[in-house]
């Protein structure tokens, strides 16, 4: 049974730049959020899918925004890199409502982001 | 005033020791409580869910307060496996999509 994946592992930009990140969920799994985590933090939530909507956003600019496909599996796109968005992007899954525990997350292994 | 608050630590402790993790939440309305275990560069993965009536899972204890709106998790005779940062984390009320809010992290470091 895979667990959540993510591509790439670690992408370098320079400022300026747009970036594309990809998540795939767990198998059984049809909701989808992502995180940023800067060194030293707790990650931090950006936003989630379901059913191809975004159903929550957290506080970040309009540079971030996603996308949730017909298998689940979702992209987070940044715009305009900034110095600030270098971190880990995460990427967790959680099963569909109805079965125990709806509201535990699995996260992928993550893609680190470097903005020169 | 944060939603989820720890102590950063590190807590510094020796193989064998007992080790007690505290964590605050903001929010009354909260719903579920979680901790998370994150090795250093790795994602954070689940260790347990925390119960209002507490839960024990091997040599882990999660207790939740809800008057006093704290979490706390108790390590039993630590191992030098168990260095790593524990993650507080809360979901707070969203009407049915959960997001979760994370505390900054505990660094433990256990030492022969």
Same mark, same amino acid.
């Given at each position: 049974d895979a667990g959540v994946t993510q591509s790439p592992t670690h992408l370098i930009k320079t400022r300026g730049q747009q970036v594309t990140l990809r998540c795939s969920p767990k198998s059984g799994h049809d909701t989808v959020s992502w995180y940023q985590q800067a060194l030293g933090q707790g990650p931090q939530f950006i936003f989630q899918y379901y059913e191809e909507e975004e159903r929550q956003r957290g506080n970040f600019p309009d540079r971030f925004s996603g996308h949730q496909f017909p298998n689940y599996s979702s992209e987070l796109n940044v715009n305009a890199l900034l110095l600030g968005d270098s971190a880990l992007y995460l990427c967790a899954s959680s099963p569909p409502p109805?079965? /125990?525990? /709806?509201?535990t997350q699995y996260f992928g292994p993550g893609t680190r982001l470097t903005v020169l | 005033r944060k939603e989820v608050e720890q102590d950063p630590g590190p807590f510094n402790v020796p193989e064998g020791a007992t080790v007690a993790f505290n964590c605050t939440y903001s929010n009354s309305a909260s719903q579920s409580f979680f901790w998370y275990r994150q090795d250093c560069r790795k994602e954070p993965k689940l260790l347990m869910s925390v119960y209002s009536s507490g839960n024990e899972d091997g040599r882990f204890t999660a207790q939740l307060n809800r008057a006093s709106q704290y979490i706390s998790l108790l390590i039993r005779d *630590?191992?030098? *496996?168990?260095s790593a940062t524990y993650l507080c984390v809360v979901v707070p009320p969203q009407g049915g999509f959960q997001k979760l809010v994370f505390g900054t992290g505990t660094r433990l470091l256990v030492s022969p």
């Open positions: 109805g079965v /125990p525990r /709806p509201d | *630590s191992k030098l *496996s168990d």
